[in-house]
């Protein structure tokens, strides 16, 4: 007996000393400790949109409790807007890369051969959700369920109230997309993901879980609970906006509170890994009128879509109790979206097959020692928002010292946060220096042909079929309002091409539209004005009336032009042999002057072989 306690004895040394050699933790050993995993991602929250960088306005207390607890990323830095930065986040690469340097337009979508987050956690053994804001690809193969995700709601595009959205949503009681299907929900937005959310941790609490919950808010319209709206009613030092911004901020704050309070209910604090995060700089915290600020900035210059530090530097904390990553510490090193990806496979102790080689490197080594060896480097961010990447465009060329604006401009950002003194040139080297950085970067992109290639959506195929397309991912420039609900309402005009891959020939059916199926609106009615009231501050207008006449639809053999019936008719049908293949679809409407609209909404059906 006692040489088989010594045996066991022996064993266990050996598996500790293993897990130390291998960099294991508690929880990444056995597949049923691994952690659980949370990223929560705000949108349009910046740097200073929270009590914890010293707002003393704004009323966030769980976020500035979950800060005070974790470490924090004092300089980390996303793209300036919304889609880049998800880009980079999902896939540890730059967002130039993988084809989503914009919000519209079609270069919204992430390229199809890009394994992403999910995917890896997937691979993995973990459930995976997503609950919010996607913002990638509103259809096959770009859609969170064809990526990975395996419990999917959703609204449509980059907002509630966009052109992929459905139509008629305005944050209250609205329908979204559970698992593609659209579904009826009661309450507002924030309030339903995040009980979606809960609903998927405790239905996955004996198995490790990624949840990616990813907030609408609080990004335009400014549409918010009557009860928040009244906690900043009275601010004199807030613009009217801004009363509303917070107080979408604050209902966050209240359902991380719920988020917590759930975990702890679940004894599944200790093991999780929570990420709080942010895409872009502030959209409505931080405004300027007639020489008086407004709002606070954490003296930061430049707001969401500035290539000035305003626009990428945000709020980034992460805590996991059981690896001792918790307690207040700071890293003041330079980390960026990129990095995520890497840095949770290393923590987690993910196994994947990196196909393509990545941008962002692991910080877990910080996490775990303040002191860890970490090399310098040089980042990139820019805002491009364009058909095609233009060099220079927008772009902040960084290291831990310096910041290059545009590639002329030089700040030396740890004496001048606030990028008042341009030093460039008393820094001729350093200048240099940097452009040679951006330069390289450039080169790689060039050698990619990243602007001769195209995301393109997918028609018949078994796992979307119809496909409903909107004027919101139409290539078109200059850009048009027409990735929104609103733009469709005001009939705004513009014609362009939508980028489509016919993956089986067959016969099809396209239908031609100006309002989609579920809105049950012909191509000539009119639409009433929604009412303004406290909670909705930016109602969906009246529709304006063009007497649209005809439909004109060019894919392959068909070429043609067909009238609108009747005043009553919400479509316009097509039909024809199309073979497999790739094409640039041009469908457009027409007015009784001959003036051109897109077919706002599109309809591709495989109807036979």
């Known amino acids: 007996m006692k040489l088989l306690f010594q045996f066991i004895a022996c064993w266990i040394l050996i598996l500790i000393a293993a897990g130390q050699v291998l960099g294991w933790s508690g929880s990444q050993m056995p597949q049923d400790q691994k952690p659980n995993v949370i990223v929560i991602i705000t949108d349009d929250q910046g ?9 003393p306005i704004i009323q966030t207390p769980y976020m500035d409790k979950f800060f005070e607890e ?20 999902m896939t540890g690469r730059y967002t130039n890369r993988v084809g989503t ?24 053994g973990y459930a995976t959700g997503m609950f919010g804001k996607w913002h990638l690809g509103d259809n096959y193969p770009f859609r969170p369920g064809d990526r990975g995700f395996q419990q999917v709601v959703r609204h449509g595009g980059g907002g509630v109230t966009q052109a992929p959205d459905y139509w008629g949503n305005d944050y209250f009681d609205d329908t979204y997309w559970f698992n593609g299907e659209p579904r009826e929900t009661e309450g507002y937005v924030t309030d339903v993901f995040f009980e979606e959310s809960l609903k998927f941790i405790e239905e996955n609490r004996e198995r490790p879980f990624f ?10 319209p400014f549409h918010v609970p009557e ?10 030092q807030l613009l009217e906006r801004q009363k509303r911004f917070y107080g979408m901020i604050t209902n966050i704050d209240d359902n991380l509170g719920r988020l917590e309070q759930k975990l702890q209910e679940l004894k599944l604090a200790e093991n999780t890994i929570v990420i709080y995060m942010t895409d872009n700089g502030t959209a409505a915290g931080f405004s300027q009128r007639e020489g008086k600020d407004y709002g606070y900035n954490a003296d930061l210059r430049g707001t969401k879509g500035s290539e000035y530090e305003g626009g990428h530097r945000v709020p980034f904390a992460i805590r996991w109790p059981d690896a001792g990553i918790e307690g207040g510490k700071e890293l003041p090193h330079l980390l ?18 990196e196909t393509k080689e990545l941008d962002g490197r692991s910080f877990a080594p910080l996490l775990h020692d303040e002191d860890a060896t970490w090399d310098s480097r040089t980042l990139i961010v820019d805002s491009q928002r364009t058909e095609n990447l233009v060099k220079w465009r927008r772009s902040a060329v960084m290291d ?11 700040y030396h950002i740890k004496d001048d946060i606030s990028q008042h003194n341009d030093v460039a040139s008393e820094h001729p080297e350093v200048v240099n220096r940097l452009r040679e950085s951006y330069n390289k970067w450039w080169t790689s992109l060039a050698e990619q042909g990243v602007n001769e290639r195209y995301a393109y959506i997918k028609a018949g195929t078994r796992y979307e079929n119809p496909v409903r397309l909107s004027s919101h991912d139409m290539h078109i420039y200059p850009y048009k309002y027409v990735w929104h609900q609103n733009g469709v309402l005001e009939g705004v005009r513009g014609k362009g091409k939508l980028k489509i891959e016919i993956a089986d020939e ?25 009412k303004e009231s406290v909670e909705i501050s930016n109602p969906m207008p009246a529709s304006q009336q063009h007497n649209l006449t005809h439909a004109s639809l060019y894919i392959a053999g068909i070429s043609e032009t067909k009238p609108i019936p009747s005043d009553n008719a919400e479509a316009v049908h097509f039909e024809g042999y199309i073979p497999a293949g790739k094409y640039d679809v041009t469908a457009f409407l027409e007015d009784e002057q001959g003036r051109v609209y897109p077919s706002y909404y599109t309809y591709i059906e495989r109807i036979s072989d």
Do not use: M
């Open 506 to 530: 067959g016969t099809y059916r396209i239908s031609l539209r100006r309002y989609p199926r579920e809105s049950g609106l012909a191509f000539n009615e009119q639409v009433a004005a929604r």
């Open 211 to 220: 949840a990616y919950i990813s907030t609408n808010a609080p990004h335009a």
């Open 227 to 236: 009860e928040y709206y009244n906690l900043y009613k009275g601010e004199d």
């Open 400 to 410: 831990d010292t310096w910041r290059l604006i545009n590639g002329q401009e030089l």
């Open 101 to 124: 340097w914009h919000t519209i337009g079609g270069r919204s979508l992430l390229f199809e051969d890009e394994t992403i987050l999910p995917q890896i956690f997937a691979q993995n």
């Open 47 to 55: 740097y200073g949109d929270l009590g914890f960088h010293g707002n």
């Open 336 to 353: 960026a979206h990129i990095d995520v990806l890497p840095t949770l496979a290393d923590l987690a102790g993910l196994t994947y097959v």
């Open 70 to 89: 974790s470490v924090e990323a004092t300089n980390f830095h996303v793209s300036p807007t919304c889609t880049p930065t998800r880009g980079a986040l």
